[in-house]
């Protein structure tokens, strides 16, 4: 890809993210529901107590007022303040992140170590019970609500075997100095291999749970694409030759067959992040997700503001990244 | 090979220093949320609270029995109806060693009321807790003066929830820097925030005691305490069970068997503050009879429902106020369940058919409400229960004087300082916050106006005790039960007891 047509990709991001910010906007503003209200709970208050509580909070500005000063402010870099942590959105936003992306990296790697194999298997033993596991396999993993299937993990292996922790990042008694903010990776820079053992620990269960739904897809997508490349003139020439099946599968059918599944794959990232929200509640994983459902609730708007504005950065960019992928995977097809 | 020494070396480190936290006292608390911030001033949050309370101390405290007693205070005496004195005690030092003084006290309290004192023009969103407050002063080095713009007879029940920071570090770090570091007088230090994640503390070992009343006094048991943030309560129930912690609160009734009968855990309760209610539309043309509203309260078998559904784990009120409230009337008229008699006062009405109605509520009081509604259904008030967010509730029914629409609202309204002044006047007061009924009787306001200032404490039981009588006999709302608090706990925790205002407070708790 050119620079240009680079160029003219980053620049698509610019009308996408005006676009969800007033969206966003909106929809939080429409909502019913009057985050000063929420505030102050049950208590007794004068109205103008209230009054003073609404205009500290900028909330007595009409709605446009209320967006021009939010875009105003966004451009220059600043979210605003939150109305529960009242500090910068910013900041409370990026303490959460790395444990999203942490858990969403895993899960991406379990998803493919697992996905691919099995794709493979089931499509070269095409009809065998092993393929007709898989499938059944897949279905369920796609159907299984996240919520329970977590659960049902919690209960087998932190409660009933006590292999596994039940909630957090990484015990108490790992507490490391952070590097890079990714515990996997600074238990190791530290020289910690006890700390890291206790953060994979942690982190299985989650990751699974993360992990399954895209499991099962790209398993489907690999056993699918597997099958069809199988077909393909060059794949009987080479069985006509008489070249070892293994050598077949994968140095010539594997290497196209991974095309879609790689794309699939980038794009399916993204959906991982949706699946946060409720992963990070049942494993109470101290992420971005969490915190989006809390300030939902708690309609603290400049919170879910900017963490809308970063899932949809962070969507686009992965679509752009499946794009570039396909095409270096795949010279046929140009952007 | 240095880099392979290096690393065995770090390992071993590490295990040996793991068996040594491992050999320390620690106990874990399994809880719902986390702290919006460790600012004592700078939030309206009741689990911020409940976590920050166990760093810091205030000047007032409530004992086991919810009396309130001093805690950094020494004595205090109303000098006025509206000049109260607080003598401070000696001897208290912060957590970084520096003496705590009046100044400090006045400080903290300056702080929580005056406009922009937060700094950058904010004002503490704490300031309407304090009321009243219009001055505060240090008189003869170790007496604050505090002085209120009128009488309000509930200062004392208020100051509890208002902890004290230390002046030279507040100026020290900032607003900005008290939102996540701590310098309390309170019995743990701050280790670490993991945000979203855990709140590390240990024992403060300089620590002056406590309340001098409440036994024991002295520094905490534990060496280390842990608030553990699990939102999902079946996941809280799965760190109980399998050791992880060794509290959690919020257990769900339908949970308590299973902790009871595994064998390294139970269950321990303590009456709640929050009293269930549901609100009749009194704009409305059904719930405008007195009659209808009356068949309703018949319709409901509260003993049933508590019985069964609550486990035993509540207790009943035929008015707004907990049993364990300030001014609590044991004599109400007891709406008992007759649907024979409801069906009669609905035909009585005009509606010998019955009627059919929708009863709003939020999805964790979902079951609940089903089991209410099918009870009224029995009784000829068709009932179907609709589910919707909370803040979308709030706003459709709290309208502060604006029109209503709906039927019924199956709600609750806590009450953690169990004064009525906290509850009575939000949910009966006419046109107030939390009036979801549309309930408006100016003798009512009037007879809670007088109560909220009436500084001779029987005058004020009485006014409240008259104006339970009326609510009960209008019945704008059904009143239901108060449940009771369930905590489930690891058998290896001795010393704690659940507190009747939610706070988990963690100094008397020990780990065997």
């Known amino acids: 890809m050119s620079l240009g047509k680079l160029t003219e990709r980053l620049l698509h991001l610019v009308p996408v993210l005006l676009g969800v910010s007033v969206i966003v906007f909106l929809m939080m503003a429409l909502t019913p529901g009057d985050p000063v209200d929420i505030m102050i709970g049950d208590q007794s208050v004068t109205p103008e107590e209230e009054q003073a509580m609404r205009e500290d909070l900028g909330l007595d500005l009409p ?138 620990k942690h982190i299985l269960l989650p990751a699974i749970t993360l992990g399954l739904p895209m499991t099962a897809i790209l398993m489907r997508v690999t056993r699918t694409s597997m099958l069809e490349v199988m077909r393909q003139d060059y794949i009987v020439f080479a069985e006509a030759k008489g070249l070892r099946r293994g050598r077949i599968l994968f140095r010539h059918a594997l290497k196209n067959a991974l095309i879609p599944t790689v794309s699939v794959a980038a794009i399916e990232t993204g959906s991982l992040l949706g699946g946060n929200m409720i992963v990070e509640t049942v494993f109470g994983w101290p992420g971005l997700g969490r915190l989006v459902v809390e300030s939902v609730f708690l309609r603290n708007y400049p919170l879910v503001q900017a963490a809308v504005l970063f899932y949809a950065v962070t969507y686009v960019l992965l679509n752009f990244i499946a794009d570039l992928l396909y095409t270096t995977l795949n010279p046929r097809v140009k952007l | ?325 300030f001014a609590a009337s044991t004599d109400l008229p007891r709406y008992e369940y007759d649907p024979d008699k409801a069906r009669a006062l609905l035909a009585e009405a005009g509606y010998p058919d019955g009627i059919d109605v929708t009863m709003d509520t939020v999805g964790a009081y979902k079951d609940i409400a089903e089991a209410v509604a099918s009870l009224l259904t029995k009784a000829g008030i068709r009932t179907r229960v609709a589910v919707g967010e909370g803040a979308q509730m709030t706003q459709k029914w709290r309208t502060k004087g604006g029109p209503k629409s709906g039927d019924m609202y199956f709600t609750s309204w806590g009450n953690g300082s169990l004064d009525p002044f906290d509850i009575f006047t939000p949910t009966h007061r006419t046109n107030d916050r939390g009036n979801s009924a549309g309930y408006a009787n100016p003798e009512l306001d009037r007879l809670l106006d007088e109560a909220a200032v009436e500084l001779d404490t029987e005058k004020r039981a009485a006014l409240y005790r008259k104006a339970e009588q009326m609510v009960n006999a209008d019945l704008p709302y059904v009143y239901l039960w108060v449940p009771q608090d369930i905590y489930g706990v690891s058998k290896r925790l001795k010393g704690w007891r659940p507190s009747a205002d939610s706070r988990i407070n963690l100094h008397d708790a020990c780990v065997d």
Not at chain 2, 19 to 38: I, K, N, P, S, Y
Not at chain 2, 127 to 144: A, H, I, M, Y
Not at chain 2, 264 to 270: F, P
């Open chain 1, 63 to 200: 709605v446009h007022r209320q967006f021009l000063v939010f875009l105003g402010n966004a451009v220059q870099g600043d979210f605003g303040t939150s109305f529960y942590h009242r500090r910068p959105v910013f900041d409370v936003i990026v303490e959460r992140l790395p444990a999203t992306i942490e858990l969403s990296l895993v899960a991406l790697v379990i998803a493919l170590m697992t996905a691919i194999p099995l794709g493979v298997l089931a499509a070269i033993r095409r009809n065998s019970i092993l393929d007709k596991m898989a499938t059944v396999g897949s279905l369920l993993g796609v159907s299984l609500p996240g919520f329970w299937f977590g659960i049902l993990l919690l209960m087998l292996f932190a409660v009933h075997l006590q292999l596994l922790p039940v909630s957090g990042r990484i015990g108490f008694d790992s507490e490391i100095e952070p590097i890079t903010h990714f515990l996997l990776i600074d238990t190791l820079l530290r020289g910690r291999p006890d700390a890291f053992w206790d953060a994979l």
């Open chain 2, 1 to 325: 090979m240095v880099k392979l020494k290096r690393i065995l070396f770090a390992s071993a480190t590490a295990l040996a220093l793991s068996l040594t936290a491992a050999q320390a006292a620690e106990l874990r608390v399994g809880f719902t949320l986390d702290a919006h911030t460790l600012d004592p001033a700078n939030h309206r949050n009741r689990e911020t609270e409940t976590i920050i309370r166990n760093m810091y101390d205030g000047l007032l405290t409530r004992d086991g029995e919810m009396k309130v007693v001093p805690e950094i205070a020494e004595a205090f005496v109303m000098v006025s109806p509206t000049v109260y004195d607080f003598r401070i005690r000696e001897g208290i030092t912060f957590h970084d060693g520096s003496p705590l003084t009046a100044e400090d006290v006045r400080f903290t309290l300056e702080r929580l009321t005056a406009e922009g004192a937060m700094g950058e023009g904010q004002t503490s969103p704490r300031k309407s807790l304090l009321g009243p407050l219009q001055s505060v002063e240090v008189r003869d080095g170790n007496t604050v003066r505090i002085t209120l713009s009128e009488p309000w007879p509930i200062l004392p029940a208020m100051l509890p929830f208002q902890e004290v920071v230390s002046k030279a570090f507040v100026e020290k770090v900032g607003t900005q820097g008290l939102a996540t570091q701590v310098n309390g007088t309170g019995p743990f230090k701050l280790v670490a925030w993991r945000k979203g994640d855990a709140i590390i503390m240990e024992r403060f070992d300089d620590y002056y005691g406590g309340a001098a009343s409440i036994e024991p006094v002295g520094k905490a048991c534990v060496d280390r305490a842990i608030f553990k943030i699990i939102p999902e309560s079946a996941s809280r129930v799965a760190a109980l069970l399998s050791g992880d912690v060794d509290i959690i609160n919020e257990l769900p009734p339908f949970s308590v068997e299973q902790v009871k009968n595994n064998p390294g855990t139970d269950v321990m309760t303590v009456n709640g503050t929050r009293s269930f209610f549901i609100a009749m539309n009194m704009e409305g043309e059904l719930f405008g009879d007195a009659k209808v509203r009356r068949a309703a309260a018949h319709a409901i078998d509260k003993d049933l429902i508590i019985d069964r559904i609550l486990g035993g784990n509540a207790a009943r009120i035929e008015g707004i106020l907990s049993p364990d409230a």
